[in-house]
């Protein structure tokens, strides 16, 4: 797959990386950037380099409350970015409770969204253009909160548990005159629970979320882009499939449906222990913006190709956007 070399004037790149850089503890992505000599981290440099965006929607990058290490990252770009925002994920937030019901609390099953450690796999946003306010943050919203939610009274933590396993944020963009609003996420996985189909139900309102919001203009109108990790294909795997395709197909919004070496697959989970390729990354742009490419950084030769399984398991998705007058 070859990726446009530039982008043409009026137009912006939106992309979104799941770069799976979190490390075990606190503080060990960091040491892991400065020491200069991480495989990983090197990897997802050069692919960040390759994809060229101008808004960058990371996740897999620990948090950390100075942003340490977001800017040690940035700093390792050939061209870093101008403007940063990195907000604290539920990742890691105690709850006080032993959700998972194994007799222990303050494990990485027991915390507001699975993590070893209190910021543990965040989000973040990269952009060449100034990050504006208010951002909104939803992340606090109780899961039994959010209309049609689908927990149940019987479910640990009702009380406690909020909808966001990392975060749901919508963060302004100033794009000369332009605003543009950013709508971020990362879902849980819609596996590794029982029959009880907790991860399911709560994969399917993380991602529900943004429907409901589509139907409120205060929350988010256009011109957005909507983009993160749905960990959700439409079309196979585990999961409640149907709450994907219902955003996908909302009319508020068009679905690029970008394509790389793997076709629209964004991720590859190896089959050994995994459901293989599948699309589970997003960058979905508002009705009014005209949409110029999009694309999924899946290369099929060395050596890019061989950087981009050296970096994640995920590649990395892009949109160009031509930008109102």
């Known amino acids: ?63 950390d409350v100075e942003g340490l290490a977001l800017g040690a990252l940035n700093a390792t770009l050939a061209t870093p970015f101008e403007h ?19 007799g222990r609390r303050g494990e990485a099953r027991d915390a507001q969204g699975y993590g ?28 039994r909160d959010q209309p049609g939610t689908l927990m149940r009274p019987e479910d640990p933590g009702h009380d406690v548990q909020r909808l966001s396993s990392l975060g749901h944020w919508i963060v302004p963009v100033d794009v000369g005159a332009f605003r543009l609003s950013l709508a971020i996420f990362r879902a849980t996985t819609p596996v590794f629970d029982g029959p009880e189909d907790r991860n399911g139900r709560r994969n399917h309102d993380e991602i529900a979320f943004w429907t409901k919001a589509l139907t409120d203009p205060a929350r988010l109108s256009p011109p957005f882009v909507i983009a993160g990790g ?8 585990a999961g409640r499939r149907q709450a994907i395709r219902d955003l996908l197909t909302h009319p508020a919004l068009q ?4 394509r790389g070496a793997q076709g629209n697959h964004t991720v590859d989970w190896p089959q050994t222990d995994g459901p293989g390729p599948m699309r589970v990354d997003y ?24 950087t981009a399984a050296r970096a994640s398991r995920h590649r990395l998705v892009w949109v160009d956007l031509l930008l109102p007058r």
């Open 1 to 63: 797959m070859i990726i446009p070399l530039s982008v043409g004037a009026g137009t912006i790149r939106v992309a979104y990386y799941d770069t799976e850089l979190g490390r075990d503890g606190p503080g060990l992505l960091l040491r892991d950037i400065l020491g200069g000599a991480d495989p990983q981290v090197a990897a997802v440099a050069q692919i960040i380099t390759a994809a060229r965006p101008d808004i960058l929607v990371l996740s897999g990058v620990d948090f």
């Open 255 to 258: 679905d690029p449906a970008p």
């Open 116 to 143: 070893r450690f209190s910021g543990a796999g965040g989000m973040a946003v990269l952009s060449r253009f100034a990050i504006a306010a208010p951002v909104q943050d939803f992340s606090a919203l109780l899961w």
């Open 283 to 306: 960058v979905l742009p508002s009705a009014d913006l005209t949409l110029e490419a999009s694309g999924v950084l899946w290369p099929d030769t060395p050596p890019l190709a061989d």
């Open 84 to 102: 940063a925002f990195a907000p604290r994920p539920n990742t890691g937030m105690p709850t006080g409770l032993d959700l998972d019901g194994n």
């Open 230 to 237: 749905a960990n959700l294909d439409p079309d196979r795997g």
